[in-house]
């Protein structure tokens, strides 16, 4: 809920809550790397201003969700579209 209204103000809030999304994926892509010994990219292709309009329409179906568990839908979703394996 307040990533949507951040977004609507263009505050400091909104770019914190990218920068911690994209750290969130750095970090499921460094763990697959380490456990399942493989590069693991998810989003990589896909730019940051995707990541933001995936995280606003998510936020906007789920105003009860916090922003954990938009990053771990976001996961799910672009994993699924890379076929890669963020377990």
Known sequence: PEYV?????????????IS???GFISGVNYRAAREQGQDSMIARDYPATSI??????YCRKNP?????????ALVIE???????NAD
């Not at 209204?5 to 809550?17: D, F, I, P, Q, V």
Request: glycine share 6%; proline share 0%.
């Open 64 to 72: 009860q969700d916090y922003l954990s568990d938009a990053a771990e």
């Open 20 to 22: 911690w999304v994209q």
């Open 52 to 57: 933001v309009d995936w995280l606003e329409r």
């Open 78 to 84: 672009f994993s699924e579209k890379n076929g890669s």
């Open 5 to 17: 209204e951040a977004k609507r103000g263009n505050t400091k809030k909104l770019y914190s809550s």
